[in-house]
């Protein structure tokens, strides 16, 4: 019988070298060392993954606040004009008189300008190119009837221009129906990638194992 190292040793047999045990106990502790540090990496890069998520999630969140915004700013314009048109329907048909009718289009001239105007501001703000410049043509005829003092529908002339001022306003329209459509369409395409942004982010967390590929068909079907 002998001890070594509080081990048992087996008559017959040679006890085994201190140095042994002390190469086994640090390959062992050199093991379990590189085993935590591997899953400190992991966590600290599932970590990582999830606050991108979130930040991306945050962002699209951001962005389809943005059109929201725009969205409902492009309707407030179009029901303005429309607005107009009828007034000048109602004067073509003889409902109203030539001066209810020119101050009625004069009282929201000046508001359809400045909506347009913070319109243009707030795309360049939230840095949505696209849309500022699709507005410039607009607010620049705006300024040039401003700077030239013909933005405003005069009594003594609006039955000789009735047919241009309709003309106009029904341009004016389908220009900001075009911007709304394309506000739809960014709006639709926001939502659609800030709901795969969800599922993304909680699938990070490994929370509903079916979400991977039901996200995949319902996204980016075949």
């Keep these: ?4 190292a509080s081990t048992y040793c087996p008559q017959g047999l040679s006890p085994l070298p201190r140095p042994f045990w002390l190469s086994v106990l640090l390959s062992l502790s050199l093991s379990l060392s590189l085993r935590l540090l591997r899953i400190r990496i992991d966590l600290e890069r599932k970590e990582d993954e999830a606050k991108g998520e979130l930040e991306r999630a945050v962002s699209f969140m951001e962005d389809l606040f943005g059109w929201l915004v725009s969205f409902f700013a492009v309707v407030a314009l179009i029901v303005v004009v429309i607005y107009q048109l009828m007034c000048l329907a109602d004067l073509e048909f003889d409902y109203i008189n030539p001066y209810d009718s020119a101050s009625r289009i004069n009282a929201v001239i000046l508001p359809e300008f400045i909506g347009q105007g913070v319109l243009l501001l707030f795309y360049v703000l939230t840095r949505h190119w696209v849309m500022a410049l699709l507005c410039v043509p607009y607010l620049y005829y705006n300024v040039t009837l401003y700077n030239q ?29 075009l911007l709304l459509f394309l506000s739809l369409f960014w709006y639709a395409k926001s939502e659609r990638l800030l709901a795969y942004e969800t599922i993304t982010f909680f699938n990070s967390f490994e929370i509903f194992k079916p979400w991977p590929d039901a996200k995949t068909q319902m996204f980016f079907p075949g």
């Design 1 to 4: 019988m002998c001890v070594v």
């Design 149 to 177: 003092k013909k933005h405003l529908v005069d009594v003594t002339e609006i039955y000789n221009m009735l047919k241009w001022e309709k003309k106009k306003r029904l341009f004016k329209l389908g220009y900001l129906v």
